[in-house]
């Protein structure tokens, strides 16, 4: 069993900057692609960025958006700069863990909010 715990959320002005951490529990973390989601009001989840030896971001936060991880840590991050309203969200932290007979285990972090004013 994983668990997720994100941090680093909060109210930040348009323009600004926020890192959010997510730190995972268990022995798994340096094999499991890892990625950050987000929903808004209203909305459905989106992907925002994922990684294991790559990385890959939606076309909304290319340029602004930077996953990372560190694996002596178990932590992946998202710095986010150049903050917009439009960014405002629940930011997820989520893990794939693959199955020894196939397939994945997918987890979830609780969330955690970020809000940006104009």
């Known amino acids: 069993q994983v668990q997720l715990v994100e941090s680093g959320g909060g109210l930040v002005q348009a323009g600004g900057s926020l890192t959010l951490s997510c730190l995972s529990s268990?022995?798994?973390?340096?094999?499991?692609?890892m990625a950050w989601y987000r929903q808004a009001p209203g909305k459905e989840r989106e992907l925002v960025a994922h990684m294991l030896n790559t990385k890959g971001y939606a076309d909304s936060v290319k340029g602004r958006f930077t996953i990372s991880r560190d694996n002596a840590k178990n932590t992946v991050y998202l710095q986010m700069s150049s903050l917009q309203p439009e960014d405002t969200a629940v930011y997820y932290c989520h893990q794939s863990v693959r199955r020894e007979v196939g397939g994945w285990n997918i987890y979830w972090g609780q969330g955690t909010q970020v809000t940006v004013s104009s």
């Open positions: 268990g022995s798994t973390f340096s094999t499991s692609p």
